[in-house]
T-cell receptor, first 113, second 110 residues
Framework: AAGVIQSPRHLIKEKRETATLKCYPI?????VYWYQQGPGQDPQFLIS???????DKGSIPDRFSAQQFSDYHSELNMSSLELGDSALYFC????????????FGPGTRLLVL | GNSVTQMEGPVTLSEEAFLTINCTYT??????LFWYVQYPGEGLQLLLK?????DKGSNKGFEATYRKETTSFHLEKGSVQVSDSAVYFC?????????FGKGTSLLVTP
């Protein structure tokens, strides 16, 4: 079965640079979620989208923004990167606006030098 | 707000031992409860879930029961294998997001 696809899988950036992470949900899933998992930490919810509209917001820094496109893929844009942004970024998707099981992608590992 | 508390790891067991990883939660309302597993270097995989009180989720020999009276969702497996070595996260649904516990690392030795 098709799974959530994230790209790139690994990314290395310098401080103050920008990064864009992409997420392609499971086909026919209309909701995507972004999580950040620091080293040795639990995943923290950043933001979610349902039918291309932001549906919920968590601990996403103001330097980050995200959107969902008409084909339901989503992009997380990160600017003015800081060392502390180094983490594993997960995208998850569900079929409805919420309360359904979230299926996670493999994650993008971002390293900020 | 809602929160999840898991027993701290690491937990080290011998193969075929019995496993229990405790998870308790605080929540307003009646959230769904989940266990996710993360193998080394990989993403999160749903292991099992329960959506209402007294529901039992089970998968791959693991099981957990949603206990409203004790606000718990403990993960159990009767006989662990080396391949079960991973980090296990208890989580609850909070609106449109998942609220995770800190994770419990499990190491199973031959």
């Amino acid at each position: 079965a098709a799974g959530v696809i994230q790209s790139p899988r690994h990314l290395i950036k310098e401080k103050r640079e920008t990064a864009t992470l992409k997420c392609y949900p499971i086909p026919r899933h209309d909701t995507v979620y972004w999580y950040q998992q620091g080293p040795g930490q639990d995943p923290q919810f950043l933001i979610s989208f349902y039918e291309k509209m932001q549906s919920d917001k968590g601990s996403i820094p103001d330097r980050f923004s995200a959107q969902q496109f008409s084909d339901y893929h989503s992009e997380l844009n990160m600017s003015s990167l800081e060392l502390g942004d180094s983490a594993l970024y997960f995208c998850a998707s569900t079929k409805t606006g919420g309360l359904e099981t979230q299926y996670f992608g493999p994650g993008t590992r971002l390293l900020v030098l | 707000g809602n929160s999840v508390t898991q027993m701290e790891g690491p937990v080290t067991l011998s193969e075929e031992a019995f496993l229990t990883i405790n998870c308790t939660y605080t929540a307003t309302g009646y959230p769904s409860l989940f266990w996710y597993v993360q193998y080394p270097g990989e993403g999160l995989q749903l292991l099992l879930k329960a959506t209402k009180a007294d529901d039992k989720g089970s998968n791959k020999g693991f099981e957990a029961t949603y206990r409203k009276e004790t606000t718990s969702f403990h993960l159990e497996k009767g006989s662990v294998q080396v391949s079960d070595s991973a980090v296990y996260f208890c989580a609850l649904s909070e609106g449109n997001a998942l609220n995770f516990g800190k994770g419990t690392s499990l190491l199973v030795t031959p």
